[in-house]
T-cell receptor
Framework: DGGITQSPKYLFRKEGQNVTLSCEQN?????MYWYRQDPGQGLRLIYY???????QKGDIAEGYSVSREKKESFPLTVTSAQKNPTAFYLC??????????FGSGTRLTVV | GQSLEQPSEVTAVEGAIVQINCTYQ??????LSWYQQHDGGAPTFLSY????GLEETGRFSSFLSRSDSYGYLLLQELQMKDSASYFC???????????????FGSGTQLTVLP
């Protein structure tokens, strides 16, 4: 079945450490997105990519980085510059103009 | 900038009808979407309106008025499993005119009581 796979489901980060969240899709979608969700709040856009080897900053890109070397993959790195990284991270993909399909999310906690 | 407003909480009983409103302010508006999210889960797509009017999908309907920058999600014959958060999301063009992305509202927590 086609879908989006995010891993790991839970991730713990120490202060000053970089961590990378994986997002893989087999839906053949061109566009991919990373959102952050804090408790009781909506989704805020971190980065998005419309095509391979191209990506754009969203509303809260500071402290994050991405790459899009393959159509299927859009990993997100949470760097030490992100001062409040504890959140639920959601990856999504969409065909051009279509509805978003979301992964099951990664819950990141700073310890 | 872009902003969306929707009620934070709505409560209704099984079998009832509930309407969740969404007003938005955005430039480059393209369409309004609705997503459902159960606790700890991923949002799932419910509906999309690009043109004025009502779209019906089973027990769920969505309405859009572009002139009023307003839309709503209508849930009929409520079931306990409908208890979840519902997000409206605006699809818009970027300032460069090259991409369409979703901006989400803060969500409405729907509680369905027996």
């Amino acid at each position: 079945d086609g879908g989006i796979t995010q891993s790991p489901k839970y991730l713990f980060r120490k202060e000053g450490q970089n961590v990378t969240l994986s997002c893989e899709q087999n839906l053949n979608h061109d566009a991919m997105y990373w959102y952050r969700q804090d408790p009781g709040q909506g989704l805020r856009l971190i980065y998005y990519s419309q095509i391979v080897n191209d990506f754009q900053k969203g509303d809260i890109a500071e402290g994050y980085s991405v790459s899009r070397e393959k159509k299927e993959s859009f990993p997100l790195t949470v760097t030490s510059a992100q001062k409040n990284p504890t959140a639920f991270y959601l990856c999504a993909s969409s065909p051009d103009g279509g509805g978003y399909t979301f992964g099951s999310g990664t819950r990141l906690t700073v310890v | 900038g872009q902003s969306l407003e929707q009620p934070s909480e709505v409560t209704a009983v099984e079998g009832a009808i509930v309407q969740i409103n969404c007003t938005y302010q955005t430039s480059g508006f393209y369409g309004l979407s609705w997503y459902q999210q159960h606790d700890g889960g991923a949002p799932t797509f419910l509906s999309y309106n690009a043109l004025d009017g009502l779209e019906e999908t089973g027990r769920f309907s969505s309405f859009l008025s572009r002139s009023d920058s307003y839309g709503y999600l209508l849930l009929q014959e409520l079931q306990m499993k409908d208890s979840a958060s519902y997000f409206c999301a605006v699809r818009s063009w970027t300032s460069s005119g090259s991409a369409r992305q979703l901006t989400f509202g803060s969500g409405t927590q729907l509680t369905v009581l027996p």
